[in-house]
């Protein structure tokens, strides 16, 4: 959204490479994760673990780095993608993603994380298109005492 004039804006190349880029990360964190999820620490699945806490944050970083919820919808798409492909058996029999602890914590903590990224960005980005001075809100100047400060709305026509 164009925050000057209050209409959404045209989408640029670069932004719809921003995106391009973020659902590429994603896959490539997937395809990693998919690999290397099996590093133990005793009977801690201490590597799953960091992949999941890698996804949620390249979510939530991707969402604000964006300003919109697409940011983290679009590496949590990749992400469950390239995770969910190799986790599915092949003609041979073989498997990536086993049926380990670290396994069902990578695949379900990661989707887990992927939703909590995303509804935490919906979250953000209502409080953010909440706050004043952002078009159809009234706009605050933080001087007390002077129409539009904090605390004082704006006057409008035909008020006292």
């Known amino acids: 959204m164009n925050v000057t ?30 690999f290397q999820y099996a590093h133990t620490a005793g009977s801690v699945p201490v590597a799953a673990l960091a992949f999941c806490a890698v996804i949620l944050a390249t979510c939530l970083l991707g969402a604000w780095g964006m300003r919109s919820v697409s940011g983290a919808i679009l590496p949590g798409m990749g992400w469950v993608i390239a ?7 092949v003609s041979n029999g073989s498997v990536i993603i086993t049926n380990t602890t670290p396994g069902k914590w990578y695949l379900y903590g990661g989707t887990l994380s992927v939703a909590v990224g995303v509804i935490a960005s919906f979250a953000a980005m209502a ?13 605050m100047t933080g001087r007390p005492g002077i129409p539009g400060a904090t605390g004082t709305p704006p006057r409008r026509a035909g008020d006292r």
């Open 83 to 89: 995770s969910f492909v190799l986790s599915m058996p």
């Open 127 to 139: 409080r953010w298109t909440g706050r004043s001075g952002l078009p159809g809100q009234a706009r």
């Open 5 to 34: 004039t209050g209409k959404r804006g045209t989408w640029s190349p670069v932004s719809f490479g921003a995106y391009g880029v973020l659902f590429l990360l994603g896959l490539v964190e997937g395809a990693i994760g998919s």
